[in-house]
């Protein structure tokens, strides 16, 4: 993979930060966007802005089919059986809550149990417990190992005949960790429960095949994987999304509206009340298109090679911990000892080197990893190992000026 020539396609990357190239190490938070993705969205803006689904004149069916072109680029690149199953959203925040607020409030009950683990993103935590608080349920959580691995023999004792859904992030957005989703699905649905990935920093990364994992639902975001901010997707099973409830109410997701009832339009509209975010979807649509003509094997083997080497390189770093397994997605969580992990991130960005520093949404599991923040390198098919070597000699720096302020 001809890292150089793909950075090329990026124009945020071509620019200095205080007096430095811009090293760009947090695509976890959110991807850069390559140009054929800004010039779709601007296309659609120049050429067929107009609302989708309503007009019969020439740029509402010009936006009408790219739009819906979308789902369909969407529908294969996660082999889903239909178009129906796939829903646009604002993200996966919006998609985890919409099977939070829409299957599990009418499929949840006292007694019940939700199974989650402590890596989620709070965006698969919080809707999970206001779905307890809601229904009487129960929230189970499903151990960690010391490297923040789960095991399937802590899943086959956590998720018993109480069990109505298991949610789970693919890949942990702080560890790495690649979560064993197939195997998981297939013991969920031994005892009739729902699977619910959270596939926010999978589906960018790897290839996401839906009917291979026999997940229930998969819910992931445009803006992690090369596309616009603010449009995201769900998938969900035909059946069990026919049998759902829509959570918003109002234009263009019904059938027959009278003065006392209404019904709703079929799948996958009846989920997408009022204007859609058409941009946007066709801006996925764009970012689509750039991932397969790269191609997933590609990235996959570019991210484990990028990480790989990270991690070998950090690791000569004395007074560095790092969280997470030695298998993992293309990222890197750590702390510098006596740093804060703000002011590790500060340091680096005076170098030019934006990496991202917090909690990252997880404040359950930095508990677990009995830390109050941490920072975290993330890499993406425009990373180098050179991009590496700056972030190492950034974090020497870094550890130079603490020790020197210190002493």
Same mark, same amino acid.
């Given at each position: ?36 993705? @800004? ?17 019969? $004149? ?6 009408? !089919? ?14 889903? !059986? ?10 996966? =925040? ?8 829409? *299957? ?12 989650? =683990? ?6 698969? %935590? ?20 010391? !490297? ?29 960790? @690649? ?21 926010? +920093? ?15 639902? *998969?819910? /992931?975001?445009? $803006? ?14 035909? $059946?069990? &999304? ?6 918003? /109410? ?9 003065? *006392? !009832? ?21 801006? %996925? ?20 090679? %990028?990480?790989?080497?990270? &991690?070998? +390189? ?18 890197? =969580? ?67 000026? /603490? ?5």
């Amino acid at each position: 993979m001809d890292v150089n020539a793909i950075k090329q396609q990026f124009p945020i990357l071509n620019q200095e930060v205080n007096g430095h190239p811009l090293v760009y190490l947090d695509s976890s938070a959110t991807s850069q966007k390559p140009l054929s993705v @800004i010039e779709a969205v601007e296309a659609y803006y120049k050429e067929n802005n107009s609302n989708v689904h309503r007009g019969v $004149h020439t740029l509402g069916t010009r936006a009408t !089919d790219q739009y819906e072109g979308s789902r369909e680029k969407v529908r294969s690149f996660i082999n889903a !059986d239909s178009t129906k199953e796939i829903i646009f959203t604002r993200g996966t =925040t919006t998609s985890i809550n919409i099977v939070a607020s829409s *299957y599990a409030r009418m499929n949840v009950g006292p007694g019940d149990e939700i199974v989650i =683990t402590q890596m989620e993103h709070h965006s698969n %935590l919080i809707p999970w417990q206001q779905v307890a608080k809601a229904t009487g349920a129960s929230l189970v959580y499903l151990p960690l190992q010391e !490297d923040g691995t789960i095991t399937i023999e802590d899943a086959k004792k956590t998720i018993t005949g109480q069990t109505k859904i298991v949610a789970m992030a693919h890949v942990s957005n702080v560890l790495g960790t @690649i979560n064993p989703i197939k195997e998981i699905a297939a013991i969920a649905h031994q005892h009739d429960a729902i699977m619910v990935v959270d596939g926010a +920093q999978g589906a960018p990364h790897m290839k996401v095949d839906v009917e291979d994992l026999d997940c229930d639902f *998969y819910a /992931f975001s445009g $803006h992690k994987m090369c596309g616009p901010t603010g449009i995201g997707v769900l998938y969900g099973k035909q $059946h069990l &999304l026919e049998n759902m409830e829509p959570i918003e /109410f109002g234009g263009e997701m019904i059938d027959f509206v009278n003065l *006392y !009832d209404s019904t709703w339009k079929e799948l996958p509209w009846k989920f997408e009340g009022g204007t859609p975010i058409i941009a946007g979807a066709i801006g %996925l649509g764009a970012a689509i298109d750039f991932l397969e003509d790269i191609g997933h094997q590609e990235i996959v083997d570019h991210e484990n090679e %990028l990480a790989a080497y990270a &991690l070998k +390189q950090m690791r000569t770093i004395d007074g560095l911990s790092i969280y997470g397994p030695e298998q993992r997605a293309g990222l890197v =969580t750590f702390n510098l000892d006596d740093v804060h992990p703000h002011d590790t991130a500060t340091v680096l960005d005076a170098e030019g080197i934006a990496v991202r520093a917090g909690h990252h949404c997880a404040q359950p599991l930095m508990k677990w990893l009995n830390v109050s923040a941490t920072a975290r390198a993330s890499f993406y098919l425009y990373n180098s190992k050179e991009d590496v070597d700056r972030l190492v000699e950034g974090l020497l720096k870094t550890k130079e000026y /603490f020790g020197n302020v210190f002493e």
